[in-house]
């Protein structure tokens, strides 16, 4: 057994300090894109006190942070209680679609929970109803959990944009000035789509459109996680993230997953290396979690350097359900 401080330590140098672990692969919405976080089949949901043990257990080696996500997190009634049995870590926050977040925002504070990410595509709710394949009148609702978030203190909100070709390219000056109004309390993160369902059509050139952001910003960040910069621009705070085929992405990602059926997953794009851990004791969870750090591997490698894996294998296996 490794000591605690290089446990978490990959062979690549990287060191996992964050968890993203998905509650439900269930959703109340049914985006065109949507990765699912690369975990679609199982409908096994992992119990408040086994995410408990593994949050306990990754802490105790270093792991500072947590993100829930799904699915969608807030269909899970027992989310405050999840939240409630954790430790104590640096931050912890969720990524939700926001639909549910009006009435529970205040109740998810007073739990633990510190930030949230919401999805929010597009202003328009015609739009909004053709990406989220959900009913124009939630949007709506979305804004108002924005605003409860807000005034619950969940701050800063950020608010997920994935960039799609032919459908919100033209809403990057909306969204900032959406940002801008509620000055210092939002952040716009705009993600570049992945080769998910039907993302490969909407998928436009990332790098032009990061060029404009610097064109215009008054000021530049660079943000430990995955090295993404994050540009101030007329006083809207703006991140971009670019996943694809971006070999410091990789090199950056200090991230572990965990499935909704409580599965170790190394990497969003990969599905054969996982690692259950349902019917651990809890003393053998750090042997099971050095093992999926053991299998982390950088998606993009760097150009020149051997691939260790077939994307398209990958992919292909998540397809079919393995
Ligand atoms: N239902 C929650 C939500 O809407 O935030 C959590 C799950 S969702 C899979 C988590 C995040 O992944 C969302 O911000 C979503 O926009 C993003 N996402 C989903 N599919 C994606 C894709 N193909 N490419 C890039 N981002 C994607």
Do not use: W
Not at 66 to 71: A, Q
Not at 74 to 100: H, M, Y
Not at 285 to 303: A, G, V
Request: hydrophobic share 35%; with cysteine.
């Amino acid at each position: 057994m490794k000591s605690s401080k290089d446990l978490l330590t990959d062979r690549f140098g990287r060191t996992v300090t964050s968890l993203r672990i998905s509650l439900t692969n269930r959703c109340n919405l049914d985006c065109i894109y949507c990765h699912s976080e690369g975990d679609e089949g199982a409908r096994d949901e992992m119990t408040v006190e086994m995410i408990a043990q593994i949050v306990n257990t990754a802490a105790k080696f270093g792991v500072k942070k947590v993100k829930f996500s799904g699915g969608e997190p807030l269909l899970r009634k027992d989310f405050e209680d999840i939240l409630r049995a954790l430790p104590q870590l640096k931050d912890v926050s969720v990524t939700t679609n926001g639909v549910l977040l009006k009435s529970r925002a205040h109740t998810l504070k007073e739990a633990g929970l510190d930030r949230v990410n919401v999805s929010l595509d597009t202003l328009d709710p015609e739009k909004y109803a053709y990406i989220t394949h959900g009913r124009p009148e939630d949007l709506n609702e979305v804004l108002e959990g924005i605003e409860a978030a807000i005034d619950a203190g969940l701050t800063p909100v950020k608010i997920n944009m994935v960039l799609l070709k032919g459908i919100n390219e033209n809403e990057i000056d909306d969204m900032l000035e959406f940002v801008r109004r509620h000055s210092g309390d939002l952040v716009l993160q705009i993600i570049q789509v992945m080769d998910f369902r039907d993302g490969a059509q909407y998928n436009l050139d990332a790098e032009k459109i990061e060029k404009e952001l610097e064109r215009h910003a008054d000021e530049i960040k660079m943000r430990k996680m995955h090295h993404r910069k994050s540009y101030i621009i007329d006083g809207a705070e703006v991140e971009f993230v670019r996943p694809i085929e971006n070999a410091e992405f990789c090199a950056n990602c200090n991230r572990l997953r965990i499935t909704a059926d409580g599965k170790l997953k190394p990497c969003l794009l990969v599905n054969n290396n996982l690692i259950d851990f349902t019917n651990a004791e809890p003393e053998e969870l750090p042997e099971l979690l050095r093992t999926s750090i053991e299998r982390r591997i950088p998606f993009y490698m760097d150009s020149g350097k051997e691939r260790i894996i077939e994307k398209r294998t990958i992919i292909g296996d998540r397809e079919n359900g393995s």
